[in-house]
């Protein structure tokens, strides 16, 4: 049984930080490519970070600068460490695991976890 549980969410005020972590179970952690997206009340869901099993990052030019995306293979964990937020940045935070393209695997979501930016 597969699956990716997030932590880490909750209330900051603006200026602040958060780390986000995602736990996954179940797959072959190092080949997929992780990634956090997240989603405002209203919207769409965003991209947000991605990292693949080597290490290539990319971001949202949004939080470029501000976030910074990484995994530990051997803890099958992805973090994102959040800093400067902005009260924009309010929004459930999911965690994704794109399989590698045509390997026939699945990709996966968690559950989401809160973050609020306010004063």
């Known amino acids: 049984q597969v699956q990716l549980v997030e932590s880490g969410g909750g209330l900051v005020q603006p200026g602040g930080s958060l780390r986000l972590s995602c736990a996954a179970s179940g797959i072959i952690f190092n080949i997929y490519t992780m990634g956090w997206y997240r989603q405002a009340p209203g919207k769409q869901r965003e991209l947000v970070a991605t990292?693949?099993?080597?290490?290539?990052?990319n971001y949202a030019d949004s939080v470029k600068g501000r976030f910074t995306i990484s995994r530990d293979n051997a803890k099958n964990t992805v973090y994102l460490q959040m800093n400067s937020l902005k009260p924009e940045d309010t929004a459930v935070y999911y965690c994704?695991?794109?399989?590698?393209?045509?390997?026939?695997?699945?990709?996966?979501w968690g559950q989401g976890t809160q973050v609020t930016v306010s004063s």
């Open positions: 994704n695991g794109d399989s590698p393209p045509y390997s026939g695997l699945k990709d996966y």
């Open positions: 990292i693949s099993g080597a290490g290539k990052t």
